[in-house]
């Protein structure tokens, strides 16, 4: 799965860009008690087939740049993130986004640039992945799967391939926390 993303600066220039690859997405039921406390002002959480759900993601950050330039030794990286999801209704329906819990990636300084710049919960640590896919991404049986380090134990999040590719079936859960931005 591809998925550009952008986010603009005060005079609507591109600050980040980036590609996410080789995405694993794992998500649970969870009691929406639990995240109540962290739902920002101004939306409330958005809920599947009456499931409130949080997601955990891994990916690689792939060619990223600040400002159209790549920096050195940060383009490349992965990522793992624990998200939730909520919605604001509008006249024009429902805005649906998420709410980042957590985000790691593997070195201090993406964390504290995306602290400073974005406000976003970054932490730094040691990670690696395992990617066992063909050249176009499509393997039956293959593998994905990121790692990192914490609390003097390495904690993992993989996903077994089956089958081809297809997108989600519209409105299934897999479509639901796909479409949320």
Same mark, same amino acid.
């Given at each position: 799965?591809?998925? @550009?993303?952008?986010?603009?600066?005060?005079?609507?220039?591109?600050?980040?860009?980036? %590609?996410?690859?080789?995405?694993?997405?794992?998500?649970?039921?969870?009691?929406?008690?639990?995240?109540?406390?962290?739902?920002?002002?101004? /939306?409330?959480?958005?809920?599947?087939?009456?499931?409130?759900?949080?997601?955990?993601?891994?990916? %690689?950050?792939?060619?990223?740049?600040?400002?159209?330039?790549?920096? @050195?030794?940060?383009?490349?990286?992965? %990522?793992?993130?624990?998200?939730?999801?909520?919605?604001?209704?509008?006249?024009?329906?429902?805005?649906?986004?998420?709410?980042?819990?957590? %985000?790691?990636? @593997?070195?201090?300084?993406?964390?504290? /640039?995306?602290?400073?710049?974005?406000?976003?919960?970054?932490?730094?640590?040691?990670?690696?992945?395992?990617?066992?896919?063909?050249?176009?991404?499509?393997?039956?049986?293959?593998?994905?799967?990121?790692?990192?380090?914490?609390?003097?134990?390495?904690?993992?999040?993989?996903?077994?391939?089956?089958?081809?590719?297809?997108?989600?079936?519209?409105?299934?859960?897999?479509?639901?926390?796909?479409?949320?931005?």
């Amino acid at each position: 799965m591809t998925g @550009p993303t952008a986010r603009r600066g005060p005079r609507s220039r591109t600050f980040l860009t980036a %590609e996410w690859r080789r995405l694993v997405m794992l998500s649970y039921d969870i009691d929406p008690d639990v995240l109540r406390p962290l739902v920002p002002r101004g /939306v409330v959480l958005d809920t599947w087939d009456g499931r409130t759900l949080v997601s955990m993601v891994g990916f %690689e950050f792939l060619d990223t740049r600040l400002l159209g330039v790549p920096v @050195p030794f940060h383009r490349d990286f992965d %990522e793992i993130n624990l998200r939730f999801y909520v919605r604001r209704d509008t006249a024009e329906g429902p805005r649906r986004g998420v709410v980042f819990v957590k %985000e790691i990636v @593997p070195r201090p300084a993406l964390a504290a /640039v995306a602290r400073i710049a974005y406000g976003e919960r970054y932490v730094s640590r040691p990670m690696r992945h395992r990617i066992d896919l063909s050249d176009d991404g499509v393997t039956p049986a293959g593998l994905v799967g990121y790692a990192w380090y914490d609390g003097g134990t390495w904690h993992r999040l993989h996903a077994t391939t089956t089958g081809e590719a297809r997108p989600p079936a519209a409105g299934s859960q897999e479509e639901f926390v796909t479409e949320h931005y």
